[in-house]
């Protein structure tokens, strides 16, 4: 943390300008005309006024690039060359799966090189690979940006490449770059055009080869096998590529191959991924899911590889994510498509042709059902199924409406047929979760989850904004007329509140609090830059936002008009007291309407009025005695 820059690391994903003291830039976080995402090298802190998101270097990997904390943390330690020391020495074995992963990786990465190199300067790939991909309609710069390759067809090149280099012949054929036959090795895609899979930190993970070869009986494409670093079910192709927009749009496009991903790049609709031509599985929809809770599957027009996809629907129904579908003209697919049209043309089209997945899959259904009675009560039991998985109740609802309507049935029928997936374990042959019962939320939990913003707890608030900004500080106490002493701000700030064993409600505000007593019982006084460097990223992102908005006086007020305005660390101590003063006369206006409200209840037996009454009056002279310090008017 005290060695990353957070503009030099956030200047690798979007391009900063020099604004003041502070830089600027478009959000990377939302489609905008005006820039205001702010980058503040002196607090090391970003703002993103836009969306309201904000915080360390850290956070913006982890919003950004959607890290983990520890991913975030080991990104910055790559790029500045910092080694991590593991808490404890790892076992034989853990080295060696590791180094066994780290070779992989290696060996992964230097064939993505060669047959980049072969595509791009050897006249065999010249001549098959690169004039494949340029009549594919593929600029240079995408060719590149992707890492396409040409595995020459010799039969050995890259074997030979490899083991000149010394790379061990067995970790080549775990990732399937070579295969062995009557003691001889060869490449295992010569002759194949090739297609680089990436990690989402964007680590080569393993290879798609295409053969250009029209001949039925050879496979036209050959993946990489499964291994310790690849596995094909929990990677999506062009995720490393796709994550930023996909955020920035909070949508991802799933398309079917490789070249409808590169394709829709092209044609500038970044957001696009691909399952590389398998059955989408729980592990590549949870992928998705980390960056988005909207997915739209492109199709081409044939109904044979749509109905296979149906259960793929079904898990993004599971996941709880919503699910559009965009059907193209016949004989026509995401790369064929984007090539005919231009950009805003493709755009349009699939802005206007998304359909809800129950009026996709009813109109691919009906066209079997061909007016049978038995046939159309069946298809309708399997859309009742899909809907059945979405584990939002009111959303299932709605659903219901519309399959009632579009049926010309009755919701009851419609509901009382979800029951009975549930009630005879049917929807357990489909892995179905349990449908959960609509939670009954008591009003005062209510009234509490709608009272958690800023505004509803700007009493709270202010005592943080200032244990954050000044909690280090010292500040003179009065004791006597002659005589004070001295003590942070911090320690007085919790001894106020020790006092009258007062307590915050606002959790994240209790969160830091806990933290800031923490430190005091070991002697520490934690600062604002401790908290940016805690792992919890809400934290985080409330200390980033008060220093954020922090607005300093400028100097020309000063230079210019001669103009001297005091700050709140001109008396310091009256600052924090006066928040003292107000969080308390507060909780006693909270008191105040408590007792009031127990006043109301005509049952109470005499002697609890009085004690009420007694309480109220003893509560109106405290709170008389704060109005007074504060000034009378602040206080309505």
Known sequence: MQTARIEEVIGEFVQLKRAGSNLKCLSPFTDERTPSFVVSPAKQIFKCFSTGKGGTVVTFLMEKEHFSYPEALRWLAAKYSIEIPELSEPSAEDLAQKNERDSLFIINEFAKNYFADNLLKNEEGIAVGLSYFEERGFRRDIIERFQLGYCLN???????????????????????????????????????????????????????????????????????????????????YGLYFAKGDIVKYDECLLCEGYTDVISMH??????????????????????????????????????????????????????????????????????????????????TYIKEHKQDFISFKSGILLEEGNNDPIKLAELIKEIIHSVSLIPDQITRSVYVQSIASQFNMSESLISAELIKLKRNQVSRDFSEPKIKEVEVIPQEIVSTAELKTKDSFIHEYELIRLLIKFGTHEVQIPSSEKESHSMTVLELILLELSY??????????????AIFEEGLKENLLYSANYLKRLEDQDVVRLVSEIEANDDELSHNWVLKFSIYTKSEEDNLYQTVMNSIYFFKFKKVEEKLNEISDLLKNNELPDQDVLLLLSEQMAYEKIKKLLSDKLGRTILK
């Not at 002759?191 to 295409?210: A, D, E, K, N, Q």
């Not at 070869?213 to 291994?227: G, H, L, Q, R, V």
């Not at 009258?500 to 959790?507: A, G, M, Q």
Request: glycine share 8%; aromatic share 10%; no cysteine.
């Open 154 to 236: 010799s039969g050995d090149d890259f074997t030979k490449a490899a083991a000149s280099k010394g790379y061990n012949i067995n970790y080549l054929e775990q990732v399937g770059l070579v295969k062995q036959k009557d003691e001889r090795h060869f490449d295992f895609f010569r002759g194949r055009v090739m297609f680089p899979i990436h990690s989402i930190t964007g680590r080569v993970l393993g290879f798609g080869g295409r053969t250009l070869i029209t001949d039925k009986k050879i496979a036209k494409y050959f993946n990489s096998p499964e291994s310790i670093v690849y596995n094909k079910s929990e990677i999506l």
């Open 266 to 347: 092209q044609a500038g609709i970044q957001h696009a991924v691909s399952s590389s031509g398998t059955s989408l599985t729980k592990e590549q929809v949870k992928l998705v899911k980390r960056y988005t809770q909207n997915l739209t599957i492109l199709y081409d027009g044939d109904t044979a590889g749509i109905k296979a996809s149906f259960r793929g629907i079904d898990l993004i129904l599971e996941e709880g994510m919503n699910v559009k579908v965009v059907l193209f003209p016949d004989g026509e697919d995401p790369d064929s498509f984007s090539k005919k049209v231009g950009t805003t043309e493709l755009q």
């Open 500 to 513: 009258d064993d007062l307590l915050f409600k606002n959790e994240l505000y209790k969160k830091i609090i």
